[in-house]
């Protein structure tokens, strides 16, 4: 649902709203906000409100700190766990200079270009996210424990499911929102859960994503719980990953809907992001953490694809009619979804502006086949070390994100495969730079 600045202020007028949370991404895909009061919010439509960039990671020095957040009445939505009266909402926010031209490293903002690009070309780009979590037992000081909410399994029902009301909740809460989720269940791992979302167009997916984690995390603490969405938390036992579904139309038609093959411009799609996988890879699974799990429990390694078969990058899911659509595999929960989303989408699209071909597809199990095969194959990164120097020489990735937020980016990533290659309990290293911030 869209709605005008006017519907804004009205229904924040109307309805007993005494604070309104500005919301934003920061460059690693850690939401931040700001709190306002009502009297203030047109004056946030009109003018923006200033926060310091400088105390934001990766945007910028302390000699030119000053940004605009300015709201977004699309994104407006009430937070139903937040206590009444004095009704709490929140509006995403596009990030601005002073002189309120585009700050570059509004990755939101980056989005919504690639999104023009595709539109530009007579497409529309849908995705649905099929998003995997923990819960785990907290301790008297509501702090997170080594121990899952339960020892269930995948598909498992009550009493081996524990978690089953806590997505019921979830999901009503995230209908409530205006985010519609489409199925959940509990996963493979004890504790672990998952949530899929019917798709919607590709800037709200992203903007549903960071709702999502939110939500999550906020009804996880209000059961006496901890949410997780760490790649890997608990390292022998299945990791959580981010399925990113893709659909494109074009005149109201899905171009990967078929009867048995996919259209020429669906393959060149395909194959653009076949092409771009490892150079992505830093930013679809961006932590020292995401590297324990690629290769392991259904988390593909290599470059490639096939109908059906979920040990491969790019799986094309049973389905029929407008449903069907292309399953990117790779990516986790830890991503930043704007910068994600626009590579992705980006590299689908540079595939169909060369017309890459589409490599025969793989149809073999490759967690099981032997190294003479996967030899042959390309092998997406498998340290957070690798990630960075294929992104570091991908002219793709500067192309799209700019120079300087790429080097701010990596910046960052270098120190921390730095300091996680220097700790030497890598469990504990995980577990205290990631689990309270993803």
């Known amino acids: 649902m869209t709605h005008t600045v006017q519907e804004v202020l009205d229904f924040v007028r109307e309805n007993d709203v005494q604070f309104i949370r500005l919301g934003f991404c920061d460059l690693l895909g850690v939401q931040k906000n700001i709190s306002i009061m009502p009297a203030e919010l047109l004056s946030a439509f009109e003018n923006g409100v200033s926060f310091d960039a400088h105390a934001i990671r990766g945007f910028r020095e302390v000699t030119e700190s000053d940004l605009l957040l300015f709201p977004d009445p699309a994104t407006l939505t009430v937070l139903p766990w937040r206590p009444g009266p004095g009704r709490v909402v ?132 209000r059961n006496g719980l901890f949410a997780s969405f760490m790649p890997k938390p608990i390292l022998n036992k299945s990791g959580s990953g981010l399925h990113v579904n893709i659909s494109l139309s074009r005149n109201g038609f899905n171009i990967f809907r078929n009867t048995g093959t996919q259209s020429a411009v669906a393959e060149n799609f395909i194959a653009g992001i076949l092409a771009a996988a490892p150079e992505m890879t830093l930013f679809l699974n961006p932590t020292a953490n995401s590297y324990e799990r690629l290769g392991k429990n259904e988390a593909p390694l290599y470059v490639s694809w096939s109908h059906q078969n979920r040990s491969q990058l790019v799986r094309i899911p049973a389905a029929i009619g407008e449903r069907v659509r292309m399953e990117l595999r790779s990516p986790d929960p830890s991503l930043n979804p704007y910068l994600a989303f626009a590579l992705i989408l980006s590299a689908g699209l540079d595939g169909m502006d060369k017309e890459l071909p589409l490599p025969p597809p793989v149809d073999m199990d490759l967690y099981k086949t032997d190294e003479r095969t996967t030899n042959s194959l390309v092998s997406l990164p498998c340290t957070l070390d690798q990630a960075i120097e294929f992104a570091q020489n991908s002219s793709f990735v500067k192309n799209i994100i700019g120079d300087e937020t790429l080097k701010k980016y990596l910046a960052i990533k270098k120190e921390e495969a730095e300091e996680c290659s220097e700790a030497e309990d890598k469990g504990n290293f995980y577990r205290e730079r990631y689990l309270n911030i993803i």
């Open 90 to 221: 929140r509006l995403y926010c596009d990030i601005k200079n002073p002189d309120q031209s585009v700050f570059d490293g509004d990755s939101r903002c980056l989005l919504k270009r690639v999104i023009e690009r595709c539109m530009d070309k007579g497409y529309v780009c849908k995705i649905g996210a099929e998003c995997e979590f923990y819960l785990f037992k907290t301790d008297e000081k509501g702090e997170p424990t080594n121990e899952p909410l339960d020892k269930g399994g995948y598909l498992d029902i009550s009493p081996m499911d524990k978690g089953e009301n806590i997505r019921r909740e979830i999901c009503l809460c995230l209908e409530e929102m205006g985010v519609n989720p489409e199925a959940s269940h509990h996963e493979q791992g004890p504790g672990q859960n998952e949530v899929t979302f019917k798709f919607s167009d590709a800037l709200e997916a992203a903007d549903n994503l960071l709702t999502f984690k939110s939500a999550v995390k906020a009804i996880a603490e």
